[in-house]
């Protein structure tokens, strides 16, 4: 049966806490001694009132609403939803990390800065970038600072470049970082083998191509194989390569963004590295750059003296300036290097490996039952297609997700890229084993013969959720994005 | 047999799966890779770790730390030490929550949904506004975030904050608007609060936004009276970056005719994590729902009419609209804004009242042990929260490495910010510092000179 969940707003009575506090200790005052009468608020702040076990249960039953990584399989394309390591979140809350202070001086936090150094130093190896920052909070945050590193550097050169070229299998956020950034974002097309076209790369790059944004291997999973040429013809017109990073899982120890002719990389260490995805963050965008783009890095950047004494060094003259409060999401990075340590260079290899493969199984897995439109190689993801289906049964691309859920499955990323028609983005990751595979395929072949036999048990999905499919569109148009008490 | 544990192929499997896709070795699958680009060598990265060998390293890093828990602090500045009761941790803990991504399929999302929706119910009680989103990086960005979207919403390039603003969220700001030539001016203080007086020449027809905060950096509270109607009568929008700590009693921004409230939430059941992860909170009127940025949840109805949620308005986004997005934020801090709701939620109404009546207490406590002591002033007379500055008989910096010594994490040292306050030091007091904490603070404080 399923049931409403209650809001907290709905749970508890008055008079009821879910903490105690320290008792007053010093000799108290009365309020508007310290706080004006004309500063102080107006109506009793209202927020529910519950005991600590009402809070726990409240929360422990949403948790049994919420499917994650470790609930079952959830390939997510471009996500990268690998096993998240416990022992990641073991270090991380060790409170020689936790219980640190952005502003302590930088001698009582020397660990702290060691880590951040020893992490850049292997980021720096699985790039071939020459350094890093760590401040960009998410993958848009770091795509921000990265354009906002190339623009500086064309600025440096006496140059106000405005124009970003972007492929059409872009993920979302890189035109949005364009805008972000002032810039215009001019779409290239993608040609019929689903990489950069060439010929409209060149009749688009000019004296103003400020840099070209690249996901490689791209968003439908297939590796840019003329990244050589690309890199030139960018190059050739003062322009900067940029490596969109979040598919970086797919070439660990095969291709570095650095040797591949990128001058800024961003990467997403709650995919790759493993660190959680946490519901949609904190993520980190750590950024990379080549030497040449160095000065230009947010400030502060991390400096060591002659005697190993790690510090922060704000003096840098060309920086962009600030892009985060303090040093980023520093426990995101404690997670990251926790797994870079753990996997080392033949680990990581054996990552992109096992990722590789896993995607191409399953890719040959399913070819038979959806459309695949490009069909080669893939690297760490695949993009297929239910528009037969579609034609045919009148079932999609959002049914086949619904569908799935009732399988147990976290659908695959849908409708995108938008170069192919009814899409699903399919990222298995090395995380998964052949069983796991093989039951999604058979679930995925399942899905076609219902659709064939009676499609409206899958136009009607999902049966076994805790809520039926959800009216979005009714959310859209009539938006209630808080709780209201009932007069 | 693989010696990765997060690794499940076996490797009569990966033969298996080769043989399947009618090839000979993975190697295969990367032959796309043009040789020109291709890694020949071996990552130089130290050798592999066992579990047992990376919590040692790790543990080994920690130790080298002073931390707040060993060493009571009077750090403050945007990021505070306050309790966070023990429950927050459980629910985070919880790996359905912290091993999902972004709630795109809303039916198997339903439990992170809700508490999104939770959230920013929260969030608008504390401000007095209308709607909050699910979250933004930091404070720093969520003000420049608000910023910008002041001169989206206004059509105008400029924007005028107050030098009691955060200075790191003047610099976010500042870098934020170069990128876009955006014009950012900076109103001076009085008295450490702004500077009412300069104001009204300041904001012109070209003016987006003024940006103030309340308490301000320096922890003292500001007046706004009259403020939001001069503001709105320019046509300007007016954004206030708030302490959320300190709302249960200070007016809500929603009182004094704000009309973007951005801020730091960490306070609100987060760590200090060395600043970061941080919790960006974003809240507006009624009318600009649809010109912020980042997730919203919103509620709903399925198939059978029973409530749920779902990511509402999302055309505003950057997976949907691209380059012309309201902002490309996609990945926020969801955990940590799940963090701030099991902490509103434990406190409840009265407890958070009672955090903030002691932090107000304790700090007029030592402020006033600090006043009496010769050689410290007290550099602002006003009305504060629980920050205050102070001018010591010397270097903040040898003051502090004295404190250090007594196991004591002292203030800020706010001539790196404002060099018209050299030798000055920023005193934090959270409801964590007790009494005898202060009084050796005050001790150690005594016997420097």
Known sequence: MRKEKALLFELGRPGRRGASLPPVDVPEKPLEELLPPEMQRETPLDLPELSEGEVMRHFTELSHRNFGVDSGFYPLGSCTMKYNPKINEEVAAFPGFTHLHPYQDDATVQGALELFYLAEQGLKEVTGMDRISFQPAAGAHGELTGLMVILAYHRSRGEKRKKVLVPDSAHGTNPATITMAGCKAVEIPSDERGLVDLEALKQNVDEDTAGLMLTNPNTLGLFEEDIDQIARVVHDVGGLLYYDGANLNAVMGYARPGDMGFDVVHLNLHKTFSTPHGGGGPGSGSVGVKEKLIPFLPYPVLGKDGEGNYYWNHDLPQSIGKIHSFYGNFTVAVKAYTYLRMMGAPGLKQVSRDAVLNANYLMNRLKDYYYLKYQRTCKHEFVISARQIKKNYGVGTADVAKALLDYGFHPPTVYFPLIVEEPLMVEPTETESKETLDDFAEAMKKIVSLAQKDPEQVTSAPHNTVVGRLDELTAARYPRARWIPEE | ?449
């Open chain 2, 1 to 449: 047999m693989s010696r990765f544990h997060y690794l499940p192929l076996t490797d009569e499997e990966r033969a298996e799966m080769l043989n399947d896709l009618g090839i000979n070795s993975v190697d295969e699958l990367f032959t796309d890779i043009p040789k020109t680009v291709r890694f020949s060598g071996e990552m130089e990265l130290p050798p592999p770790l066992s579990e047992s060998e990376a919590v040692n390293h790790l543990a080994e890093l920690a130790d080298r730390n002073y931390h707040l828990q060993e060493n009571p602090s009077f750090l403050g500045a945007g990021v505070y030490d306050h309790f966070v009761p023990a429950a927050v941790k459980h629910v985070l803990g919880r790996s359905e929550f912290y091993t999902s991504y972004t709630p795109y399929q809303a039916e198997v999302s339903q439990g992170l949904l809700q508490s999104i929706f939770e959230y920013q119910t929260m969030i608008c009680q504390l401000t007095g506004m209308d709607v909050a989103n699910a979250s933004m990086y930091d404070g720093a960005t969520a003000v420049a975030e608000a910023a910008v979207m002041s001169c989206n919403v206004t059509r105008r390039d400029k924007v005028v904050v107050s030098r009691s603003v955060h200075p790191a969220y003047r610099q976010v700001l500042q870098a934020y608007f170069d990128a876009r030539d955006f014009r950012l001016e900076e109103i001076p203080m009085k008295e450490g609060t702004l500077d009412g007086e300069e104001i009204e020449a300041q904001i012109d027809d070209q003016t987006a936004a003024l940006v103030v905060q309340n308490p301000n950096f320096l922890g003292m509270l500001e007046d706004y009276n009259g403020l939001a109607e001069m503001v709105h009568g320019k046509g300007a929008l007016l954004v206030a970056a708030v302490d959320p700590i300190s709302l249960p009693l200070v007016k809500t921004p929603a009182r004094y005719g704000a009309d973007i409230v951005a801020g730091e939430g960490q306070s609100l059941g987060n760590f200090t994590s060395y600043g970061g992860p941080l919790l960006g909170f974003f809240a507006a009127r009624e009318k600009f729902a649809r010109r912020m940025p980042g997730r919203i949840s919103g509620q709903t109805v399925d198939t059978e009419g029973r409530r749920g949620f779902v990511m509402t308005m999302q055309t505003r986004e950057q997976h949907i609209r691209r380059g012309r997005a309201t902002s490309n934020i996609c990945s926020n801090q969801a955990l940590n804004a799940l963090a701030a709701t099991v902490y509103m939620a434990s406190l409840g109404p009265q407890g958070m009242k009672e955090v903030a009546s002691l932090c107000l207490q304790k700090a007029a406590y030592l402020r006033e042990k600090i006043e009496s002591l010769t050689g410290y002033r007290v550099v602002y007379p006003g009305p504060y929260f629980k920050e205050f500055p102070v001018m010591v008989p010397g270097a903040p910096e040898e003051l502090n490495q004295r404190l250090l010594e007594a196991g004591i994490i002292g203030g800020l040292d706010l001539g790196r910010f404002y060099p018209e306050l050299e030798n000055s030091v920023l005193f934090c007091v959270t409801e964590k510092r007790t009494r005898e904490e202060m009084d050796k603070l005050v001790h150690e404080l005594e016997g420097w000179k």
